[in-house]
C-alpha cells in the first residue's frame, strides 16, 4: 500500500543561508596573462583572441586568466564592462547551473538573439525575430537536484560544480520559484534515506505543482533489490512531514497526497510520474497565446510531440486536433483529462514514436496546421513528411537552434517559408535558447 499522508506526521524547518562556496576545481597553473574579451562564445564563457575562452567575462573587459589551450580561468577583472552586474546567487562562479548572472538583462538578451540568427544563419535562413519573451528571476517550476550522501538527517543536495562532477551543496537557488527554495532542506532530509547501497547517485526531479511538489527520483541503485522497507518508510514519513504532493522512484510510486494537477487551457491534466512540463509557466503561456495567435483560421491542427497536452488543449479552442507522443502515459493523462474540457472542437490522441514511426504525408492530407515541439535531438523524420505533405502552415517549437535550423531548411526547400520567430528565455543565466518558429507555403 501507498503511504499517505495521514500514516505519517508533518514539520518543516525554514532553509538557512550558507556563505559563498569556495571553487573545488584546482585553478590551472603557470603564470596568469593579460586578454582583451571580444566576444561571449555559446557556452557563455567570454572569448579572447587565441582563442581563448574565461567564464565570467563580458565584451570589452581586460582580465588577468590563467591555464593554457583554449580553456583558462579568471583570476581578475582588471577593467570591467559597464553590463557588469552582480549576480544574485552566493553559489554563482562554483555551481554549474548558472553561467551569465553577472550580465545585465538588455545585452544577455540581445546575446541570445544573436545566436539565434547565428544559428540560422548557418543555414542560409533569415526571417523577422520578434522580441523575446525573458522569464524573470524566481520562475522556475521544474528543477533537477542531484543528491549526494550527508547524514542520517539530511543528504547534501545540490547542482554538479562547473566543468566537475563534484556537488555543490546549495542553500537557495534564485532562478527556482520560492516554493521550491523554501523546501530545499525538507529535500535534502527527503534525500537522506536513499544511500543504502553505495552505487546510489540519486536525482530529485522536482516539479511545482498547484497541488504542491511533485518528486520523482532516479538513480538509486536497483539491482540490489532498491530501498528497503525501513528506508522507503523514511520516505514516506519525510514527505508527510513537508505536505509533498507525491513522491515516486523511476515512476513507482513511494508516497501520495494529491495527484498533481495543471491546468493547461481549459482543462485539468493530472502528471504521471516524471511528466514533461515547460520550466516555467510565464514562458509556457508566452508560447502558448503566441501559438493560438498564429494558429487562427485553422481547420484541422496536428499536434506533433504533445506531451500530456501543453498546447494540445488551447489549440482545441481554435480547430479539432490530432495529438500524439511517443509516451504512452503522456497520451493517457491528456486523455482522461478531455472529460472535464468543456468547449473544445475535439481532440484525438494516440501513442506514437515520431522517430520510428513519423506521421506520414499522407495521413495529414486533411490537415492544414502542423505544430511540433521535439526533443532537442529535433524532429528531422517528421520534418521529412510535412516536407511531403500538403499542409499548408508548420508551426515549430524548439529548445535547440541548431536542430530547428535543420529541420527549418529542409522545410524551406520545399517549399516553406520561415515567416517569423519568436524567442524565449526560460533557462535564465543560461546559454539556452528557445524559440517559436511560424512557417508558411
Known sequence: MIPTREDVLPAMKPPRRHHRPQTRTARPSGPPVELRIEAVGGEGDGLAAGPAFVPFTLPGERVLAVGGGERRELVEVLEASA?????????????????????????YLAWKVERLAGALARQQIETEILPPFAAEPGTRRRVALHARRGNREAAKLGYKARKSWDLVDIAVCPISDPA??????????????????????????????????????SGVERKSGGLSADARMQLA???????????????????LARLPQV??????????PGAFLQATAGAEAAMADFLVEQAAGAARIADLFCGVGTFTFRLAEVAQVYATDVAPQAIRALTSALAGAPGLHGI????????RRPVLAVELKKTDL??????????AEQTEELARSQVARVIAVSC??????????????????????????????????????????
Do not use: M
Open 370 to 379: 502542423a505544430v511540433f515541439d521535439p526533443p532537442r535531438a529535433g524532429a
Open 400 to 441: 535547440n537552434p541548431a536542430t530547428f535550423a535543420r529541420d527549418a531548411r529542409t522545410l524551406i526547400d520545399a517549399g516553406f517559408s520561415l515567416d517569423r520567430i519568436l524567442p524565449v528565455d526560460q533557462f535564465l543565466w543560461s546559454p539556452h535558447v528557445e524559440l517559436v518558429g511560424v512557417f508558411s507555403r
Open 180 to 217: 521550491i527554495q523554501a523546501a530545499i532542506p525538507a529535500l535534502k532530509r527527503l534525500a537522506a534515506p536513499l544511500f543504502e547501497h553505495p552505487q546510489s547517485a540519486p536525482t530529485l526531479h522536482v516539479t511545482l505543482t498547484p497541488s504542491g511538489l511533485d518528486i520523482d527520483i
Open 237 to 255: 514519513e519525510r514527505a508527510a512531514e513537508s505536505d509533498f504532493a507525491r513522491v515516486t522512484l523511476d515512476g513507482e510510486a513511494a508516497y
Open 83 to 107: 553590463d557588469r552586474i552582480a549576480p544574485l546567487c552566493p553559489h554563482f562562479g562554483t555551481c554549474g547551473g548558472c553561467a551569465l548572472q553577472h550580465w545585465a538583462p538588455a545585452p
Open 263 to 272: 491546468r493547461l487551457g481549459q482543462a485539468v491534466v493530472s502528471l504521471p
Open 348 to 355: 484525438t490522441a494516440e501513442a506514437r514514436d515520431l522517430v
